[in-house]
């Protein structure tokens, strides 16, 4: 039996595996009825996400999109709910098709209960997606 992780030893260890390049693995963090969503979302891009298989299928591509290849700043803050941090953060790499820089701020606030992600709330810059090569969404096509 697997002693679940802490909600910051989670999330690092997912921010390691989105390095990887191991979706999968990333996705499989989730609680089968977890919730990814996007307040600052553009027109075109989900606000919201519900399902492990949403999320799955969400970033499946997106590695072909984004490649990246740290995160250079992670801070992470525990709140007053233990299952709930907060986490500043920024991820640089490049966008795999114009080859140009990718550099991301990121605030986010994540739940983690029974070892598994329920929620999380990514509050992205949405001016870093009218980028060529940044919508692996398709929003733009």
């Known amino acids: 039996m697997t002693i679940p992780m802490a909600p910051a030893e989670l999330y690092r260890h997912g921010l390691r595996l989105l390095l990887e ?19 600052f979302a553009p027109e075109g891009w989900p606000l919201r996400l519900e399902g492990k ?33 907060v986490v500043e953060m920024r991820g640089v790499g490049r966008l795999v098709e114009t080859d140009s820089p990718f550099d991301m701020t990121y605030i986010a606030v994540v739940t983690v209960k029974e070892g598994r992600i329920t929620s999380y709330r990514d ?19």
């Open 123 to 141: 509050y992205w810059n949405p001016l870093a997606v009218s980028q060529p090569g940044a919508d692996f969404v398709g929003a733009n096509r």
């Open 53 to 85: 298989a949403a999320v799955g299928d969400y970033m499946r591509h997106y590695p072909d999109h984004v490649d990246l290849h740290d995160f250079p700043h992670v801070e992470i803050h525990q709140t007053t709910v233990p299952e709930r941090i």
């Open 21 to 39: 390049k191991d979706i999968p693995a990333w996705v499989e963090l989730w609680d089968d009825n977890g919730v990814l969503e996007f307040p």
